[in-house]
DNA sequence: ATGTCGCTCGTTTTT
DNA sequence: CGAGCGACAT
């Protein structure tokens, strides 16, 4: 069976499938084989009796990646899914850490909170000690307080430089307490919180050193400073007195793009100089793309410095060319796309082998608009997730408080939703209050007196009722109980527009069937199975840990749109990668910085990779971007491309204007080919050109032929101050209207006796009225 | 307590 | 341009 297993790995793979009782690393290139191998690692170590279930420890990215991995793995063998540790970062430790809650300082029960009630956390305590959001965002605390966790700090381990810092850390220290008072974690706690208790924890490290044999770890590109501290301490790094546990990390240093949320590439050298690993194992055998593709993607990453070094082949031929396409505007490169995209059907193409790929999720919009209009089904990745919608996390608050009414996220969330007469004026009392007394806001409660008391009592009546039944109705009659009690129910059928939250919340009854059902409940008392912790905790903590994918419906034919970000592991025949101009692609933030440049440089690399057969990359000459139309330089990294490998589909050599020549000397359309790059699609189709270029008309075409921001918005504004006629009726001027209300003139028609403005109202609609006639009724504001 | 107005700001994001 | 939020009015 062993060899059943290897027979078909190319002999890298192999290598590393069937490595002995070592650390390793894998360098692993897009589309060789990743997941594959680490499947296979797991296999092999199993079926070799090398270890067993309960031995191996194996962290994953994303919850999606632990469920590939757990789903791939029983279908090869039968078992005991509990006793094997495979999840993410967060969901291991959290594991762990409900485990052993009493030696790590927490309450069975204790919270999660997510992005934004940690934000809201933070809020609060700004509030409670008069600290200004104007003088210090509740962003930049919430940045700062991940920062430090990302790196294994507390407050009190934190020397700051300067008053700005000591004003966070004085926050951060704050938040700490509340945290524990609270009895919640945050993301970023989970991580610091397990690292601290095996760190000062003898028996329980020994424990888990000596129970995890085997630590794998995926993506290790991606990993932060305390989260390789973690795995190096649970690996048993650095012990004299026995053989450390065998780590094998498998990553692409070349696929690192998530720096800017504190992942860390450097990981990747200090796991091989701290595991004196002197020679990773490279996977550069890409099964996935055609040679030019594959060629692109190498010509371009090799302009980036201190990489690991790798070299993606493959036995496929050279393929397509990557077509460029360069489009007036925005709209026009969604029309060439959607064209594009109706020949691959017209050729039968399953649209879910078609991807439209983008830097920022903004550009979605012009996207979604020509495909609408045109009849292509779509589905855009990365929206709303099911977990982070309001209705949701209104009844999982109510859970929440139920389950630990220490709980003042999820008090403050839901103390007055639905409105039931608790203003803000009661909840400064009870926040001055709980701070007072440090008590939790619930506690609180039991503190005031009179009219507000009694109308408290109803929300605190109905927390009580919900609690007292947690562990007597089952998981799914309980959320149904507290959906109904809560008053959420009620709220949203009498909302017009409550129907869809209504279904959702019944879906959250569905979703806590599948879950009951997954994780292998059949009752309450139904435990042992799964670390003696109740459904309704688990439940609790896989709502945040898995916010809900966003994964396009079962079955539904459509083209997928996404960020370049979410594409990554992804794989398509036929990719479009959108936006190739300077400032948006590579974006303007990362153009300063060589290493955010080389971050942006890999972006580019993981959103080529992800094409099997055909790539289109495409740029707009100008683009509406936050209003504003903005003339653009195409990438830099178009120039990046090897010309053997690209064919320019450029449909007019001279059209630039001050755009390309003037901007980017190095850029030439006769070297790149115009010529034989001229393809049928313009034979049949000027009807692009002919489409007038829509220029924004209030900016100064100076202004507009340059990438158009702030401080040169202050200088149009100016100008236009001195070209303005003396009615004292201007573009911008801001006006109010017997009839229509507010508005602004956003155009001017005709002049003198003829003169109209066009008037944008806040509510009437935008209306172009004769100034001569409508001048009584208008005075300016 | 709730709704409306107007200002600001605008990469990427999983856990 | 448009989402989100805080200030202000009803």
């Given at each position: 069976m062993a060899s059943d297993l290897l027979a078909n790995l190319n002999p890298q793979q192999r290598k590393a499938v069937t490595l002995p009782d070592v650390s390793s690393l894998v360098l692993a290139g897009?589309?060789?084989g990743k997941t594959s191998v680490l499947i296979s690692r797991i296999a092999y170590l199993l079926e070799n009796n090398?270890?067993?279930?309960?031995e191996i420890f194996a962290v994953t990215f994303t919850n999606k990646a632990a469920k590939e991995m757990m789903t791939r793995l029983q279908a090869r063998m039968p078992l005991n899914t509990r006793a094997m540790w495979v999840g993410t970062f967060h969901g291991l430790c959290n594991r762990l850490l409900r485990l052993h809650h009493e030696a790590a300082g927490l309450p069975a029960a204790f919270a999660i909170l997510d992005m934004s009630d940690q934000l809201g956390a933070i809020k609060r305590i700004m509030k409670a000690n008069n600290i200004s959001e104007e003088v210090l965002p509740a962003r930049k605390i919430q940045n700062y307080i991940n920062k430090q966790k990302e790196e294994g700090l507390r407050a009190k381990d934190i020397k700051p430089y300067g008053f700005g810092e000591r004003e966070l850390l004085r926050v951060y220290e704050i938040y700490e307490k509340v945290l524990v008072r609270e009895g919640a974690t945050d993301f970023g706690e989970l991580i610091l919180r397990t690292y601290e208790l095996l760190k000062n924890n003898e028996p329980l490290r020994e424990h888990y050193q000596a129970r995890f044999k085997y630590i794998l770890i995926d993506?290790?590109?991606?990993?932060?400073k305390l989260q390789y501290n973690l795995l190096k301490i649970l690996g048993g790094?650095?012990?004299?007195?026995r053989k450390p546990n065998a780590l094998f990390a498998v990553g692409d240093d070349d696929q690192s793009i998530y720096a800017f949320r504190?992942?860390?590439?450097?990981n990747m050298k200090d796991f091989l100089r701290d595991f004196m690993i002197t020679d990773p194992i490279r996977l550069?055998?890409?099964?996935?793309?055609?040679g030019n593709i594959l060629d692109a993607a190498n010509y371009l990453i090799s302009?980036?410095?201190?990489?690991l070094g790798k070299n993606l082949w493959t036995?496929?031929?050279?393929?397509?060319p990557i077509r460029i396409y360069k489009a007036d505007n925005e709209n026009e490169e969604a029309a060439y796309i959607v064209d594009t995209i109706k020949d691959f059907v017209r050729n039968?193409?399953?649209?879910?082998q078609i991807a439209i790929l983008y830097?920022?999720?903004?550009?979605s919009r012009a996207l979604e608009t020509e495909l609408t209009s045109r009849g292509v089904k779509y589905v855009v990745y990365g929206g709303l997730r099911f977990y982070d919608r309001a209705e949701i996390k209104n009844a999982l608050a109510y859970l929440r408080l139920a389950e630990n009414i220490a709980d003042d996220s999820a008090f403050m969330r839901v103390v007055n939703t639905p409105a039931r007469g608790i203003g803000a004026k009661t909840v400064e009392t009870l926040l001055d209050l709980a701070k007072e007394n440090k008590i939790s806001l619930f506690e609180a409660t039991s503190l005031l007196k009179g009219a507000t008391a009694n109308k408290v009592r109803v929300f605190t009546d109905i927390i009580n009722d919900i609690r007292s039944k947690r562990f007597s109705l089952p998981l799914t009659a309980l959320i149904n109980y507290t959906v109904q009690r809560s008053g959420l129910q009620q709220m949203y059928e009498a909302d017009e527009n409550g129907q869809e939250r209504l279904e959702n919340l019944q879906e959250l009854t569905s979703s806590a069937a599948a879950f009951l059902d997954q994780e292998g409940f059949?009752?309450?008392?139904?435990c042992e199975n799964n670390d003696n912790l109740g459904p309704l905790t688990l439940f609790l903590s896989q709502a945040t840990l898995e916010a809900g994918d966003n994964q396009a419906k079962a079955g539904e034919e459509a083209v997928q749109l996404m960020t370049i970000h979410a594409s990554k592991g992804l794989e398509f025949n036929n990719v479009f990668i959108t936006g190739l101009e300077n400032g948006l692609f590579p974006h303007d933030k990362c153009m300063s910085e060589p290493k955010e440049l080389q971050e942006e440089r890999r972006l580019m690399y993981v959103a080529i990779t992800r094409a099997r057969k055909k790539l289109y990359l495409t740029y707009a000459a100008q683009r509406l971007l936050h209003g504003m139309s903005r003339y653009n330089v195409k990438s830099s990294f178009l120039d990046e491309l090897p010309n053997t490998a690209i064919k320019w589909l450029s449909?007019?050599?001279?059209?630039?204007g001050l755009g390309q020549n003037y901007f980017n000397n190095s850029y030439s359309y006769s070297s790149k080919g115009y010529k034989d790059g001229r393809e049928d699609y313009f034979q049949n189709r000027d009807s692009y050109r002919s489409?007038?270029?829509?220029?924004?008309?209030?900016?100064?075409s100076w202004a507009q032929?340059?990438?158009?921001?702030k401080e040169e918005k202050k200088q149009v504004e100016k100008i236009r101050s001195q070209v303005k006629?003396?009615?004292?009726?201007?573009?911008g001027t801001k006006l109010s209207h017997e009839r229509f209300g507010m508005g602004t003139i956003i155009g001017i028609e005709g002049q003198g006796a003829d003169k109209k403005v066009v008037v944008k109202f806040n509510s009437a609609g935008t209306k172009t009225l004769l100034l001569a006639i409508a001048k009584k009724k208008l005075s300016i504001i």
């Amino acid at each position: 069976m062993a060899s059943d297993l290897l027979a078909n790995l190319n002999p890298q793979q192999r290598k590393a499938v069937t490595l002995p009782d070592v650390s390793s690393l894998v360098l692993a290139g897009a589309g060789s084989g990743k997941t594959s191998v680490l499947i296979s690692r797991i296999a092999y170590l199993l079926e070799n009796n090398m270890c067993s279930p309960g031995e191996i420890f194996a962290v994953t990215f994303t919850n999606k990646a632990a469920k590939e991995m757990m789903t791939r793995l029983q279908a090869r063998m039968p078992l005991n899914t509990r006793a094997m540790w495979v999840g993410t970062f967060h969901g291991l430790c959290n594991r762990l850490l409900r485990l052993h809650h009493e030696a790590a300082g927490l309450p069975a029960a204790f919270a999660i909170l997510d992005m934004s009630d940690q934000l809201g956390a933070i809020k609060r305590i700004m509030k409670a000690n008069n600290i200004s959001e104007e003088v210090l965002p509740a962003r930049k605390i919430q940045n700062y307080i991940n920062k430090q966790k990302e790196e294994g700090l507390r407050a009190k381990d934190i020397k700051p430089y300067g008053f700005g810092e000591r004003e966070l850390l004085r926050v951060y220290e704050i938040y700490e307490k509340v945290l524990v008072r609270e009895g919640a974690t945050d993301f970023g706690e989970l991580i610091l919180r397990t690292y601290e208790l095996l760190k000062n924890n003898e028996p329980l490290r020994e424990h888990y050193q000596a129970r995890f044999k085997y630590i794998l770890i995926d993506e290790f590109q991606d990993t932060n400073k305390l989260q390789y501290n973690l795995l190096k301490i649970l690996g048993g790094y650095g012990r004299q007195d026995r053989k450390p546990n065998a780590l094998f990390a498998v990553g692409d240093d070349d696929q690192s793009i998530y720096a800017f949320r504190g992942a860390n590439v450097g990981n990747m050298k200090d796991f091989l100089r701290d595991f004196m690993i002197t020679d990773p194992i490279r996977l550069e055998q890409n099964y996935r793309s055609q040679g030019n593709i594959l060629d692109a993607a190498n010509y371009l990453i090799s302009n980036n410095r201190e990489r690991l070094g790798k070299n993606l082949w493959t036995e496929a031929g050279k393929g397509d060319p990557i077509r460029i396409y360069k489009a007036d505007n925005e709209n026009e490169e969604a029309a060439y796309i959607v064209d594009t995209i109706k020949d691959f059907v017209r050729n039968g193409e399953d649209l879910r082998q078609i991807a439209i790929l983008y830097r920022s999720n903004a550009q979605s919009r012009a996207l979604e608009t020509e495909l609408t209009s045109r009849g292509v089904k779509y589905v855009v990745y990365g929206g709303l997730r099911f977990y982070d919608r309001a209705e949701i996390k209104n009844a999982l608050a109510y859970l929440r408080l139920a389950e630990n009414i220490a709980d003042d996220s999820a008090f403050m969330r839901v103390v007055n939703t639905p409105a039931r007469g608790i203003g803000a004026k009661t909840v400064e009392t009870l926040l001055d209050l709980a701070k007072e007394n440090k008590i939790s806001l619930f506690e609180a409660t039991s503190l005031l007196k009179g009219a507000t008391a009694n109308k408290v009592r109803v929300f605190t009546d109905i927390i009580n009722d919900i609690r007292s039944k947690r562990f007597s109705l089952p998981l799914t009659a309980l959320i149904n109980y507290t959906v109904q009690r809560s008053g959420l129910q009620q709220m949203y059928e009498a909302d017009e527009n409550g129907q869809e939250r209504l279904e959702n919340l019944q879906e959250l009854t569905s979703s806590a069937a599948a879950f009951l059902d997954q994780e292998g409940f059949k009752n309450n008392e139904d435990c042992e199975n799964n670390d003696n912790l109740g459904p309704l905790t688990l439940f609790l903590s896989q709502a945040t840990l898995e916010a809900g994918d966003n994964q396009a419906k079962a079955g539904e034919e459509a083209v997928q749109l996404m960020t370049i970000h979410a594409s990554k592991g992804l794989e398509f025949n036929n990719v479009f990668i959108t936006g190739l101009e300077n400032g948006l692609f590579p974006h303007d933030k990362c153009m300063s910085e060589p290493k955010e440049l080389q971050e942006e440089r890999r972006l580019m690399y993981v959103a080529i990779t992800r094409a099997r057969k055909k790539l289109y990359l495409t740029y707009a000459a100008q683009r509406l971007l936050h209003g504003m139309s903005r003339y653009n330089v195409k990438s830099s990294f178009l120039d990046e491309l090897p010309n053997t490998a690209i064919k320019w589909l450029s449909p007019k050599e001279d059209d630039d204007g001050l755009g390309q020549n003037y901007f980017n000397n190095s850029y030439s359309y006769s070297s790149k080919g115009y010529k034989d790059g001229r393809e049928d699609y313009f034979q049949n189709r000027d009807s692009y050109r002919s489409k007038p270029v829509q220029k924004s008309e209030n900016i100064p075409s100076w202004a507009q032929s340059i990438g158009f921001r702030k401080e040169e918005k202050k200088q149009v504004e100016k100008i236009r101050s001195q070209v303005k006629d003396n009615d004292g009726f201007n573009i911008g001027t801001k006006l109010s209207h017997e009839r229509f209300g507010m508005g602004t003139i956003i155009g001017i028609e005709g002049q003198g006796a003829d003169k109209k403005v066009v008037v944008k109202f806040n509510s009437a609609g935008t209306k172009t009225l004769l100034l001569a006639i409508a001048k009584k009724k208008l005075s300016i504001i």
